[in-house]
């Protein structure tokens, strides 16, 4: 299995990025997919997911303006970024996590806010 994300780049404060992670290979059940964010000098952190039933979570900081979506037929999790703050600059990482090969991380893609 692997994972391409894809989507990020530099985007002014109250920009928008959307970000796309597709898994290949020998798919099979899915649980939840999610994505992280680590920013330089901390720890990863849970952004948001989204379970098989469509039930999300969300960072408190992030609630309102990010949305988590998939599209089941093409194996895709989405983050849409909006009012995007320079509180936000971090390299986002997806991640898959199925119920028989356990979790899977996509290589990340690194998210500039800045004017």
């Known amino acids: 299995v692997q994972l391409q994300a894809s989507g990020g780049g530099l985007v002014q404060p109250g920009g928008s990025l959307r970000l796309s992670c597709a898994a290949s290979?020998?798919?099979?059940?899915?649980?939840?997919m999610g994505w992280y964010r680590q920013a330089p000098g901390k720890q990863r952190e849970l952004v948001a997911t989204?379970?098989?039933?469509?039930?999300?979570n969300y960072k408190d900081s992030v609630k309102g303006r990010f949305t988590i979506s998939k599209d089941n037929a093409k194996n895709t999790v989405y983050l849409q970024m909006n009012s995007l703050k320079p509180e936000d600059t971090a390299v986002y990482y997806c991640?898959?996590?199925?119920?028989?090969?356990?979790?899977?991380w996509g290589q990340g893609t690194l998210v500039t806010v800045s004017s």
């Open positions: 991640n898959f996590n199925f119920v028989i090969l356990g979790k899977f």
């Open positions: 989204i379970t098989n039933s469509d039930v999300t």
């Open positions: 290979g020998r798919i099979f059940s899915i649980k939840d």
